[in-house]
């Protein structure tokens, strides 16, 4: 297990993108999971990256858990495979847990759904609801123009430069992963002196 990061929340697409280094790092992310026994805690589907980074956690020996709202049980095609599925009954409840049960959240290549979720965890920090890290995996460049959104947001005089610093942005898994780390023992320390 790696420090305090027990386990990360995924939030990426339920389809695969159309570059083929989006399957890349989600495979890297649960393979990077697995390795420093950290658990996944995703959405519960099979479909599009969410399943890749499902099975490659899995495949690597790691531990899963899924939270599906019933509603999606098809249209997302739960996985059945995972060490844990979380069945709810709305997508407000299974928001609320991923974000409960998560130490970090990391953002990988998605469309809408994930960009629903990397807007509501970053404005819950900005509110002070929580002082996790959150990592954007700019695979590809595929976050480019959701980064440029929130920078423009600061220009704009819409957004403190404080609340922009709350997202991070990374390259690759291993850049996620060794800040989630040190963001969480910053954190704590900071709090330990308080
Ligand atoms: N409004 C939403 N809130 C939370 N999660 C959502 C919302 N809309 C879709 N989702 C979920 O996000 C993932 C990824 O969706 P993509 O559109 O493929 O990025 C998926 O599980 C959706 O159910």
């Keep these: 297990m790696a420090g305090s990061v027990r386990s990360v929340a995924v939030f990426c697409g339920s389809r ?24 996944l805690v995703y959405g519960g589907g099979s479909n599009g990256l969410m399943g890749v980074v499902a099975d490659s956690t899995l495949k690597a020996g790691g531990t899963v858990t899924g939270i599906i709202p019933h509603f999606l049980h098809s249209r997302e095609n739960m ?3 995972v060490t844990d599925l979380i069945v709810v009954d709305s997508m407000h ?3 609320q847990i991923m974000f409960d049960t998560a130490d970090a959240y990391w953002i990988l290549p998605g469309g809408f759904g994930t960009f ?3 807007m ?29 959104m929130l920078d423009a947001s600061v220009k704009q005089g819409f957004a403190e430069s404080t609340a922009r610093a709350k ?3 990374v390259p690759d898994v291993e850049a996620a992963f060794a800040r989630s780390i040190s963001e969480t023992r ?8 308080f």
Aim: proline share 3%; charged share 25%; net charge negative.
């Design 16 to 39: 695969m993108g159309n570059s083929p280094l989006y399957r890349t790092v989600a495979e890297q992310a649960g393979q990077i999971l697995a390795k420093n026994g950290v658990k």
């Design 79 to 81: 996985h059945e495979g």
């Design 120 to 148: 509501e965890i970053l404005t819950w920090k900005q509110l002070q609801r929580h002082a996790k890290p959150i990592l954007l995996v700019n695979a590809d460049g595929w976050g480019d123009a959701l980064i440029a």
């Design 167 to 169: 997202i991070e942005v």
């Design 93 to 95: 409840e299974r928001k």
């Design 116 to 118: 629903d979720e990397t």
């Design 186 to 193: 910053q954190y704590a320390i900071s709090v330990e002196q």
